[in-house]
Structures are given as C-alpha cells and as structure tokens.
C-alpha cells in the first residue's frame, strides 16, 4: 500500500485503529448512531493489506463491551456536534482537528454544512499518522489542511495563526489524556494568550479511569499509557484568571457532556447508572472559551 507500515504506529498513535474499527463496525448496523462509510472501507482496506492484517485481526480480538463501544460512538458524536454548531454560529471559522488519526471527520462534519466554502480546516497528528493519512484519504484540499507535528511542537500554531482574526475552534480527540498535566496546562494557556476568544472542546477521563485505563491497555498488550484525568472541568478555569469570567486572561467552561446525560436506547438498560455516572464522571466532554477576543476582531 505504502512505505508506512504498521510498525511505524508504536505507541498512542498505535490506538487510532480502535477508534476507527468501532466506527466502521457501528456503521454497518441497522440501528447505527453514526455513518462513517469511509471508516468501513478503510477497514476492509487494512484488513487486506499485509502490513496492517496482524493488526486488525489482534483489534478484533480485544474484548470491547457492548457498553464501551456504544460509549465510544456517542462521544464522536457529541464531537461532531459541537463542531457542526461551532460552524452553524461562525461558517468562517478555522477548525483544527487535534489528534485526527484516521477519522474523516472533516468529511462527515462538513458534508452537511452548506457553508462549508468558507471554513479552514485542519487535521493534526504526529507525522507517521499524517503519512498513512495522505495514503489512505489523499493530499490536502482548498480548505482541508494537513499538520504532521506533536500538539506540543509550536510550529503548527505559527501555520494557523495566519488566519487570524476569524473565529478558532480547537478541537482535541482522544489525545490530553496522553499527556502530562503541566504538558496540557501549558498547551491550553498559549491557546487562550494566541487566539483569545477561540473555543476548545475535549474529552477527558476521571482519574480513576485513567488507571483503569492503562490497566486495559497493559491486559491488551498496547503501547500506550494514559497520563492525565480530572474529576471537575472548572479545573481549568483555575488555570486562567479566576477574578473575573470577563477578564481577557479567563477561561470560561461553557457546557459539559456526560454518555448518560440524554436518553439512548441502547444503554436504556444502564439508565440506573445515571446517578452513579454523576459521581463517578469516568469520561466527559467539555466545552470552554479560552479568554476574550480583543476589541474589533
């Protein structure tokens, strides 16, 4: 297929092909909560391909519960969501995708936005990712960009700053709970003093589920281990200036998601859960707006 291999994917970047594999297995129901036919295809292309089989067959081995999986599917499209009415409110905006891997979320995102002509948007991922992406979806489009750097590397926040004064969304899927809370504290604080106004959505999970995280992880023999979790997202207002929600140096949390907030079918069985979830907050989405926009822009 290429000269990217399997084994250049060692590590966090190695756990895209979860992701991916629950995306396409959800797609292919008839009750799916999400169509993501290019992961369904991309599926079937690695499973053919003989630097990928052994991969895909040991993700197919991993025991996901049926509880997980759905889980999973729900926050990609809470994800969507709040990118779909980022874009609704501002369909000028720059959206930085961070830890893209191989979603196609630009596509399934946009598709449905009349004015997507007028987004910038960007998929960032570490380079060994960026490159099977180009293999995999193609080379960049008009509007459709590619970083291949660490979130942590500055150079790609020269390449988007360009496009300032517009509106700015961050997006960040799956990665903070990969790095270290100075690491995220650092990156969240040049974003607000770089781009004041812009919006940041991620998801997190609670500490005790960062341990049981790497538990799963080491169990399943992935490379990767978990760093970061937090109990409460005013966690980060106390980063910015906690005198004032107006101040240019604040960071204002916006909304909160939780996987039994809002009724779904398929996990009307753990709807009992709900109270416990409450406490508990083993995986959450939030929302913030990091300072305030100058005056004019």
């Not at 297995?25 to 599926?43: C, T």
């Not at 781009?195 to 997190?204: H, I, R, S, Y």
């Not at 409460?232 to 996987?259: C, M």
């Amino acid at each position: 297929m290429s000269e990217t291999s399997s084994q250049d994917l060692s590590g966090v970047a190695e756990t895209l092909l979860i992701p991916l594999y629950i995306r396409a297995m959800e797609s292919q129901r008839p009750d799916a909560l999400i169509k993501d036919e290019k992961a369904v295809e991309l599926v079937a292309r690695l499973s053919a391909d003989d630097g990928f089989r052994r991969d895909m067959d040991r993700i197919r081995q991993i025991r996901i519960i049926e509880m997980g999986k759905v889980t999973r599917i729900l926050q990609s499209c809470e994800m969507d969501r709040q990118v779909r009415d980022f874009l609704r409110r501002h369909p000028e905006a720059v959206v930085v995708h961070i830890g893209c891997g191989l979603d196609a979320r630009f596509e399934r995102v946009c598709s449905e936005q009349p004015d997507i002509g007028q987004v910038e948007w960007y998929d960032l991922d570490l380079p060994e990712v960026i490159e099977l992406r180009r293999v995999l979806f193609g080379d960049e489009g008009e509007r459709h960009h590619l970083l291949a750097c660490s979130v942590l590397d500055e150079a790609w926040l020269d390449i988007v700053s360009a496009h300032r004064p517009r509106p700015f969304l961050f997006l960040a899927d799956g990665v903070f709970i990969y790095l270290q809370e100075a690491q995220v504290r650092s990156l969240v604080l040049t974003l607000r003093d770089r781009f004041p106004g812009a919006e940041l959505v991620f998801d997190v999970l609670s500490p005790l589920e960062v341990w049981e995280g790497n538990r799963r992880f080491a169990r399943n023999k992935l490379d990767a281990r978990l760093h970061w979790g937090i109990w409460h997202g005013q966690v980060l207002e106390r980063w910015g200036d906690p005198s004032t929600s107006l101040s240019a140096g604040s960071i204002r949390l916006l909304d909160e998601w939780g996987f039994l907030d809002r009724p779904e079918p398929r996990l009307g069985h753990l709807r009992w859960l709900r109270p416990l979830e409450s406490l508990a907050r083993s995986l959450r989405i939030y929302h913030y707006r990091l300072g305030k926009a100058a005056e004019g822009e």
